[in-house]
């Protein structure tokens, strides 16, 4: 499942991030990796960003983004 696919307030698991490798490192540096749990606070309409929360910050990403970010959904809320 993409993350661009969830809907705000749905937690999931990254599971891999299919990025060239600059860009990769820098979401590996703001906490995104893989087996890291990440909760959907917003998601735009239109193909608007989504927002994420990782750990204890938010995070906007642009839709082409999030598609590129395989995660799985957690039911530990």
């Given at each position: 499942?993409k993350?661009?696919?969830?809907?705000?307030?749905?937690?999931?698991?990254i599971?891999?991030l299919?990025?060239?490798?600059?860009?990769?490192?820098k979401?590996l540096?703001l906490?995104?990796f893989?087996?890291q749990?990440i909760?959907v606070?917003q998601?735009?309409?239109?193909?608007g960003?989504v927002?994420?929360?990782?750990?204890d910050?938010?995070?906007a990403?642009?839709?082409?983004?999030?598609?590129?970010i395989?995660?799985?959904e957690?039911n530990?809320q």
């Amino acid at each position: 499942m993409k993350l661009s696919q969830l809907s705000r307030g749905k937690q999931c698991r990254i599971k891999e991030l299919n990025f060239p490798p600059d860009m990769k490192r820098k979401l590996l540096e703001l906490g995104l990796f893989p087996g890291q749990v990440i909760e959907v606070v917003q998601d735009a309409p239109f193909g608007g960003p989504v927002k994420i929360k990782v750990r204890d910050y938010c995070l906007a990403l642009r839709r082409s983004e999030a598609d590129n970010i395989e995660v799985e959904e957690c039911n530990d809320q």
